[in-house]
């Protein structure tokens, strides 16, 4: 079954991160980005039930940027859809490397959930981390 990951924001966040993705890993084919609210004209409902339609076919992995904010409850009214997974948190660890194990075979909730926990631990307080680090260093 072909595989299709949608970024989908507030604002232009989504296209943006797509580009930074492609920028460091190359074009990335199965990956679409959704920028909403960016036109007055725009309708998440329209723009989401026509990516459902679109994709059926697909294990679909959808990355929103905020969990509970509009973009996120428009695609989790299909939470209960076959090979339909629904993230909320998107950034750049996190799609880098969901991006580069989803041709790897497997269980695709596992992958999502390994690669959320690596990429957790990607966030980090740089001031900490270079004390700790200094603090190591000493002995």
Known sequence: MKQIVILASHGRFASGILHSLELICGNKQSVIA?????????????????????YKEHEMIVITDIFGGSVN?????????????????????????LTTQLNGGGVISEMIRQTLANSKNMIQFCNDSA??????EEF
Do not use: S, W
Not at 131 to 136: C, D, L, T, V, W
């Open 34 to 54: 959704i920028d909403c609210y960016v036109h007055e004209a725009f309708d998440l409902t329209v723009t989401v039930d026509t990516l459902m339609e679109t």
């Open 73 to 97: 409850n428009e695609f989790l009214r299909y939470i209960k859809q076959p090979n339909f997974y629904l993230i909320a948190g998107l950034n750049l660890p996190l799609l880098i490397e």
């Open 131 to 136: 004390a700790k680090e200094i603090e190591e």
